[in-house]
């Protein structure tokens, strides 16, 4: 398995509420952005990451179907600690996003729930897998938006579900992963700024980590108005 991580706080804002997750030994992944007033966003996104961490000696040796089960579980358990985590003076009102990968088999199984992304890249070709849980993301799948007036849509940031709200309902799902598959999970920060072409691009000629700080200076380049994290995963190798 190789992998490839970053996160970074961008130009405008003066913390990185993003968190991530990196474990190779039991397959799990995920990427984290959080929202709320002062750091409770930070709270929020850390909470979400230290569950699925606390939880992930339990994934090895699952079937994709019972893997489904935990994640299930798992981001209930996140919900509810979050939950919790607001009843604090100074973090009421925080919430998170999650996107996460668990590794089984020829399976990949994926929990998410906001407007972070987990894409698969096939045969040189990105697909996007997870559903924008937001306000504009809801009115782009029902054909009210086109994806051009989406882009640039006043309230695309506003989620419509997220960690930290009742019920959570996360989405919860499968996919068959082949040899030389790409899976890539990322904060909003990094798929607003980049698109599906330039990351089909940049993957095509992957050889290391140079890669990432490619992606990196284009984000950076294009203003970074957000934090942004990204992690790239070939569960079964590079071809």
Request: charged share 20%.
């Amino acid at each position: 398995m190789d992998f490839f991580h970053l996160s970074e706080t961008g130009s405008v804002r003066r913390h990185n509420e993003d968190s991530y997750l990196l474990l190779p030994e039991s397959g799990l992944f995920a990427v984290a952005d959080g929202m709320g007033g002062h750091n409770a966003g930070e709270v929020a996104s850390a909470l979400a990451i230290e569950t699925l961490r606390q939880a992930a000696d339990a994934l090895r040796g699952l079937t994709a179907a019972e893997a489904l089960l935990w994640m299930e579980s798992t981001f209930d358990e996140a919900n509810r600690r979050i939950l919790a985590a607001a009843e604090q003076e100074g973090q009421d009102g925080m919430g998170t996003t999650l996107t996460a990968l668990a590794l089984c088999g020829e399976q990949a199984v994926f929990g998410h729930i906001g407007d972070s992304r987990a894409y698969l890249f096939r045969e040189g070709a990105a697909a996007q897998l997870t559903k924008d849980h937001s306000v504009v993301g809801d009115l782009l799948q029902n054909g009210v938006l086109t994806p051009e007036e989406a882009s640039r849509h006043p309230a695309r940031n506003v989620l419509s579900k997220a960690l930290g709200a009742i019920p959570a309902a996360p989405d919860c799902f499968g996919r068959d992963i082949r040899a030389g598959d790409g899976l890539l999970l990322c904060t909003d920060g990094f798929s607003n700024l980049l698109k599906e072409d330039e990351m089909n691009g940049s993957l095509r000629s992957v050889a290391n980590s140079g890669l990432f700080a490619g992606w990196k200076n284009i984000i950076l380049e294009r203003g970074a108005p957000d934090n942004f994290t990204a992690v790239l995963i070939f569960p079964r190798g590079r071809r």
